[in-house]
């Protein structure tokens, strides 16, 4: 049991656990401390000086975020020499500070806004003086970064080495600090990701996905193009954050609803392409098993995985399922089947999906993503969860009062397997309800793989299925990835299936997800309150497998013929690319 100490916050005494900050201590007292260069865990590097608080004995101001506590501590955090300090570095942040506010995308939901709002600081010219010269990379297809609207907290920085990319970092030195990519290169000149964490972690504009909401709304509004919207499944989860709903509530009734008021002539659930998605991917599993091809087999439905594959671990591509991701799957055959069922010229069609992943407005302009043939593409365009509240936002219509409506049913029927894809341990679990019927010659009833749900980075477990012993771990993060993927490169771990996920904890987690501030990202465990929703739905679903889906059963029936099939292949699978890092 950890030890605990004695300590006094604003003369209220408090017994908290010696490992505790003072900012910690402070939160558990109903106290929140301002920060905002601190992500706990992350980065937590005591620089902005936000968080200072007095401590009885000290000779100055502590950073409290990185500051312990002790026996016998007397604290003080919200004292006139304290607030005139915090007042004074918001007022020299915003010295230097584009003060475009509402021009920017961030406007509303800044933290460096809101503290100005909270400690009373307006656009003060106390300090007003010379500004360092500032960069704007509009280079990379998912993301915009303005240095004008950056506060160096590193934030960004932290969240890119944490992901074992480390693009970013800052360059010169005083003054003139900046952050950028080594020698000044742009984003699409180094090996950067799209994963979008910098994003989710930045408090300022610094860093925005870049929007494409004009694009969708200019499709909608033309009589030529049949326009069509998908959504994965982790956007139900979270797209009610960005109406101040509870973390973690399916919207996904009010989400439909919301996306017919828009315009979209067809709103279709991606989990159909999940639900594809499996079928492939547990046929190449079990056909590698059987026949002796590469193993470990691993999963393909996170592009900023696949990219860090192409860009570290080259040699490992032959590894990695064939099977495009959900989205290309879905697009793929509403632009083939879809097209051709109901007469409408697949380049007339324009397929929207909805994400929770920046890395997937890379994914659809990816090479061999084109099913229908003639260049065009699977998916047209690729929207965040934030893109689709802000046009839900300028529609003006009203989200909390609208009525749970269904997904069209062409292909709207999905199941269970297809709906937990959105957490971690979820594809690899709807992969082995699959492939554990069909080795296994019949329908079993326990189809709940918990030993690989949660949040841990890492999660490993060997099942015994159909006469063998089958070893899979599913990962989560790419400093973990990175770990097994070392192993497996060694030719170590023995495993037969891996499931990797870019973001830590997964999509629910994505780079395109809300944006949250350093408060409830330190202290509320977004990975897990969002899962539950997913598990939950597939719970209460009456089909929960994948091949049990009547929608896919007549596709392959009409279609495709059979998992693993030549047709098959054409449509639902494509090829990697070794990059070169430099």
């Not at 003072?22 to 109903?30: D, F, H, P, Q, T």
């Not at 902005?48 to 500051?67: D, L, P, T």
């Not at 900046?178 to 300022?204: D, Y």
Request: aromatic share 6%; charged share 25%.
């Amino acid at each position: 049991m950890e030890n605990m100490v004695n300590i006094k916050i604003n003369g209220m005494p408090l017994s908290v656990p010696s490992s505790y900050t003072i900012l910690e201590a402070a939160r558990e007292a109903g106290i929140d401390i301002p920060t905002l260069c601190y992500l706990k865990g992350i980065n937590e590097i005591g620089a902005c000086r936000m968080c200072v608080v007095e401590v009885k004995g000290a000779r100055s101001f502590v950073a409290s975020c990185v500051y312990p506590v002790n026996e016998g501590m007397e604290v003080l955090t919200n004292t006139p020499a304290i607030q005139k300090s915090r007042k004074m570095t918001l007022e020299m942040l915003l010295s230097v500070h584009n003060r475009d506010c509402l021009a920017c995308k961030r406007n509303g939901s800044c933290e460096l806004q809101t503290l100005c709002n909270e400690l009373g600081v307006e656009q003060s010219d106390r300090f007003d003086g010379a500004k360092p010269d500032v960069s704007k990379d509009e280079s990379s297809l998912h993301l915009i970064r303005d240095n004008s609207k950056c506060i160096l907290c590193r934030r960004c920085v932290a969240a890119c080495s944490d992901q074992h990319v480390g693009v970013l970092g800052p360059n010169c030195r005083g003054f003139d600090t900046h952050i950028a990519c080594a020698f000044e290169k742009p984003l699409n000149e180094v090996p950067c990701v799209s994963c979008g964490q910098c994003i989710v972690s930045c408090p300022t504009g610094a860093l925005t996905e870049r929007d494409q909401c004009d694009e969708v709304m200019a499709a909608i509004n033309d009589p030529e193009k049949f326009v069509v919207v998908q959504t994965a499944p982790a956007i139900r989860a979270t797209l009610g954050e960005c109406f101040g709903l509870p973390v973690g509530t399916n919207v996904k009734g009010k989400m439909v609803a919301a996306l017919r008021r828009l315009g979209f002539d067809k709103v279709f659930d991606t989990d159909f392409g999940a639900d594809l998605t499996i079928m492939e991917e547990a046929n190449e599993l079990l056909e590698r098993v059987k026949n002796g091809g590469p193993l470990p087999l691993i999963t393909s439905c996170s592009p900023g995985w696949i990219k860090f594959c192409e860009y570290y671990y080259p040699e490992l591509l032959q590894n990695v399922s064939s099977c495009k991701s959900p989205q290309q799957m879905t697009g793929a055959i509403i632009k083939t089947y879809y097209a051709e069922k109901n007469n409408i010229d697949p380049k007339k069609i324009v397929v929207v999906s909805v994400m929770p992943c920046t890395a997937k407005k890379f994914e659809a302009r990816r090479d061999n993503q084109d099913a229908a043939g003639a260049g065009i593409p699977d998916t047209d365009i690729a929207i965040t969860t934030r893109e689709l509240a802000r046009l839900i936002k300028m529609a003006n219509i009203n989200f909390e009062r609208l009525p749970d409506e269904e997904f069209d049913p062409a292909l709207g029927i999905t199941t269970g397997a297809a709906a937990i894809f959105g957490a971690t341990g979820g594809v690899m679990e709807a992969a082995l309800r699959t492939a554990a019927d069909t080795l296994e010659g019949k329908s079993l009833d326990s189809i709940e793989y918990k030993e690989v749900r949660g949040t841990e980075g890492i999660k490993e477990a060997v099942y015994h299925i159909g006469g063998m012993d089958v070893k899979v771990a599913a990962v989560s993060g790419l400093s973990n990835a990175n770990e097994i993927l070392s192993k497996v490169k060694n030719g170590e771990g023995g495993y037969h299936f891996i499931e990797i996920m870019c973001c830590p904890g997964g999509c629910v987690n994505g780079g395109g997800q809300p944006l949250q501030p350093a408060a409830v990202r330190s202290f509320t465990d977004l990975k897990a309150e969002r899962a539950k929703a997913l598990y939950e739905e597939d719970k209460n679903l009456p089909l929960r497998k994948s091949h049990e889906s009547p929608i896919v059963k007549t596709l392959y029936e009409e279609y495709l013929e059979n998992p693993g099939s030549h047709k098959a292949h054409k449509i639902l699978h494509t090829t990697y690319v070794a990059r070169k890092k430099f």
